[in-house]
């Protein structure tokens, strides 16, 4: 089992920044790629962004450029710097790990970007 618990959410203006953070816990050495999701207000989860235990990131296209992904081994935690924040990037961010054929979740983070 591994435990994810997000922070950092917000409210910010368009144009800002914030920083979230996910720390996990429990069997952490089963992840092979740790990432985040998001979801507005009557829209599907999306794809945000994630890194693999190689060290491989991946972005959605609309967050290419303003959005950047980190993880610190030694403090079990996973980063999402966000800049150049849009009222469309407004969503409840969730952090999720993936690894053994198992998918986990925490349980979100609000960010607000006023316009």
């Known amino acids: 089992q591994v435990q994810l618990v997000e922070s950092g959410g917000g409210l910010v203006q368009a144009g800002g920044s914030l920083r979230l953070s996910c720390a996990a816990s429990g069997s952490i050495s089963s992840i092979n790629a740790i990432g985040w999701y998001r979801q507005a207000p009557g829209k599907e989860r999306e794809f945000v962004a994630l890194?693999?235990?190689?060290?491989?990131?991946i972005f959605a296209d609309s967050v290419k450029g303003r959005f950047t992904i980190s993880r610190d081994h030694a403090k079990n935690t996973l980063y999402l710097q966000m800049n150049t924040l849009k009222p469309e990037d407004t969503a409840v961010y969730y952090c999720?790990?993936?690894?053994?054929?198992?998918?986990?979740w925490g349980q979100g983070t609000q960010v607000t970007v006023s316009s």
């Open positions: 890194i693999t235990n190689g060290g491989v990131t």
């Open positions: 999720k790990a993936s690894g053994s054929g198992q998918n986990y």
